[in-house]
């Protein structure tokens, strides 16, 4: 059986997010640590939601205008 030592694994962000909490949930942290980096977790998870809205409706304010500008011509 040949490896083949090219092949990559790329994980997401979701992946990762995951295994940081099990590695925090099954180290010799305590529990009120652990809670906290889950709460800026969830905070940081709410900021990015926002920006990811906030990009959303640009790209759909400047895909009217792009349209709207091809109308014209």
């Keep these: 059986m040949s490896v083949d030592k090219s092949q990559q694994v790329s994980l997401g962000c979701g992946t990762l997010i995951l295994i ?36 959303s409706d640009e790209i759909d304010r400047l895909q009217d205008q792009l349209e709207e500008a091809a109308r014209r011509e």
């Design 20 to 55: 940081a909490l099990i590695v925090m949930i099954f180290s010799s942290r305590g529990t009120n640590d652990v809670e906290d980096e889950i709460r800026g977790l969830r905070t940081e998870i709410g900021e990015l939601k926002l920006l990811i809205e906030a990009q």
